[in-house]
Each structure stands twice: as C-alpha cells, then as structure tokens.
C-alpha cells in the first residue's frame, strides 16, 4: 500500500485539495455553527490538513507506526475553546473521511486500474486511522471543555465572593459579570452544613425561570450560601423552594443592592442560628426570627442572658431542667395558652401551670410582666441556640451547665415534634 501511495502521491495530494475546498464549501452552506465560527480560507486549510495527516497515517500503518494524533487533540481542544459543537466537528471528519476515500480511490484508477483490488483491504486500515483521529480530537475537545468549566466555576465563586463577601472586585461590577441587575430584590440563603443532605445535595434555582427565584449557589468549607435574585416573587416563595429538599437554612430580608450582599449573608446565618437542629428540617427567615436572631448576634451577651435569667433553672438536675425549658418553650410557642400548651405536652393543664409556678419561683420572674417574659423568652432562646450548636452543651461556670438535649420521642424545647433528617444523596 506504501509503495501505492508513493506512485500517486501527486495526483493524490492535488484530489485531496479539491476535496477539501468541496467539504470546506459544503460545511459553511450546511452547519450555522462553523459559518460563524470560520471563514473559507481557515476552514479548507484546517480540512487539507487533516486529510493530508489521515494519509500520512495510513503510510506509517503500513510500516507497523501507531499515527500522529497530538494534532486532532490540538484542534479539538481548539474547537472546544472556541464553542464549536462537538457534533459538527465529527460531521467534518465524517465527511473528510468519505472523500479522502473517494480521492484516494480515483487516484488509484487513474494511475492504475487493475490495482483497485488491491487497495479494498486498505479500507479497514483508514476507517481506523480516521476513527483514531477523531477520537483524539473528542479527547481533546472534551478535556479542554472541562477546564473551561472549571475556570468558568471558580470565576463565577470569585464573583460571588465578592458580593457576600464585600472583598475583592467592587459589587456592581461582579453583580453585572454575573448578569444581576444593578437595582433589584436579592436575599441570602444560609445551609446548615450540618445537614446530612449536605452541601452537595440537589439545589433549586440554579437556572433561573419564571416559575421560582433564580439562586446561585457557593459551596465553602464553612458551608452553603445562595444568592436569590428574588425579581417579582415574594420572600416566603424561598421556603417554598427549600423545605421540600429537607435542610435547615437561614434567610435574609429583601435588599436592593448589591452592595448590600455581604451584610444580608451575616443576616442569613443569624436567622439560620435561630432554627433549633433537633426541630428538624425548615426555613427561618429572619424577620420572624428577630428575638432569637438579637441573642444569637452576641454570643457574649448570650451566655449572660442564660446565666443571669434562667441560671437557678439550668444548675438543677438535667430531667428537671429538660421539664422545664421544654415547658417554658412550649407556653411561649402556645402564645401564653396554659391550655393549648398542654396539649402539646399530653399533660394535664395543672401540671402546666405548677411547672410555670416553680420555673418563675427559682427565676425571680413572674410571666404576667411582659418585660419578664421578653427576658424569659430571649434567655430561653439563648439556652435552645447553645444546646442545638456545633459544640457540645458544656458548664457555664457559676451558672450551671447547660440545658441537656432532649431525649429521642420528647418533645422539643418549642414544644413540637422532632422531625428525621432526610438520608444523604
């Protein structure tokens, strides 16, 4: 086949150049993609090229040589930088590969006829060589597009890192470089990264639409935080979008600027902090969480609050403690009904107010003053953020030691019932 080759090498190479102006004609007429992409002259050399190579191919096939295939890696990796479909670069080595046949074939005739047999076994051998080089070129293709993903993902976590952040590009200029308006409605979203779920979980949003807010997702170390381009939809259509993926998360009340991203993401983990663990999945917006969320922003202030307030309650035994706190949490859930906060606790209505009797004897506070029962409820909350934390409830110095969790089939401190994490994945 070699020696072939060689005899028709001229004839050859000027077939394969008419050959390359038909395809490079035909593709620019039939794909969109590469009309825009290539012009005539770019498009027919690149084509001559590889045709010339697929030959070169065949001849070190025959010497027993593996082909050149660095340069289809090069050009695929290039078509894929360029955003060239990978199916209109297949059709183009399709098409390349059906006339270098036809070429070769009529080379052959022309030079010699009767050796035409002889060139049908050399069929299997360029299909291989052309099935090779576009392999190579898909390689290519697809590795640079991964990298090009890869850069395109951690520009757009560096743009977001500048909005919640308030570091690095100045926020109108990273909003417009991920396509916010430079006046909107935005709130933050704050994951609990201790959710089995994890941060790896499916989130909504990331696509934009008109049936849900659009929300672009940063997954950090310290955990996950979406930004929401709210547009004409209300704050409470975020709940909606998360409580049925089965997280605890935080969210931050409407802002208009981009600008102030970065104090709506503190916001968020603020209102996320209010949200008790073992209560079990949901969404807390911070505007209906804003006593709890006052207590959780002074971590200082916090400690004092359950010491000075409720520090007779917490020094007693860890199930008279529980009964208590869960007690009081459950009254003021109830909304100060001794009679519906029974119920919640199965317990007859007595045993309710004999509880809320002793719990304002060792308090000094008595539930009928409202300002007792603002310090009351903030200490409880104070108590509930401590012993849902990251870290384990542990003793508070002359206060006492911290409320205990309570045990599986209780009720919470909030008074309702606990509810099963969702399974990873």
Known sequence: MERIIEEIREDLDRRIAVAADR?????????PAYAALLGRGELRERIH????????????????????????????????????PLASLHRVYRGGGRMLWQSLTEAVAAHDRAALPRLLPTAPALWDVLDRMSDAASEGYHRAEAERRERERERRAALLDALLDGTGLPAAEAAAQLGLPERGRFAVIALDSGDPGGPAGPRPGGAGGG????????????????LAELGHHP?????????PLGVRAGVSPVVTDPRELAGARRLAGLALRTSARPAGPGTALLDERLPGALVAADAELAARLRRVVLGPVLALPPED????????????TCRGSTTYAAQRLYCHRNTVSNRLRRLEQLTGRTLSDPAHVVELALAHAAVTQRATGAAPPAPEGPGGPAVPP???????????????????G
């Open 321 to 332: 403690c529980r009964v208590l706190l869960t007690t009081l949490g459950t009254w003021l």
């Open 211 to 226: 049936a849900a807010p659009r929300v672009l997702w940063r997954v950090r170390a310290d955990g996950e935080t979406g």
């Open 49 to 84: 090229h590889t045709l010339r190579q697929a030959v070169e191919g065949l001849v070190r096939g025959a010497r027993g040589l593996p082909p050149d295939l660095s340069d289809a890696r090069a050009t695929g990796a290039l078509r894929a930088e360029q955003g060239l």
């Open 23 to 31: 395809l490079a004609d035909r593709t620019l007429t039939e794909d």
């Open 235 to 243: 704050l409470e259509s975020l709940r909606e979008l998360l409580d």
């Open 406 to 424: 309570a045990r599986t089939g209780a009720p919470t401190p909030a008074g309702t019932a606990r509810r099963s994490p969702r399974p990873p």
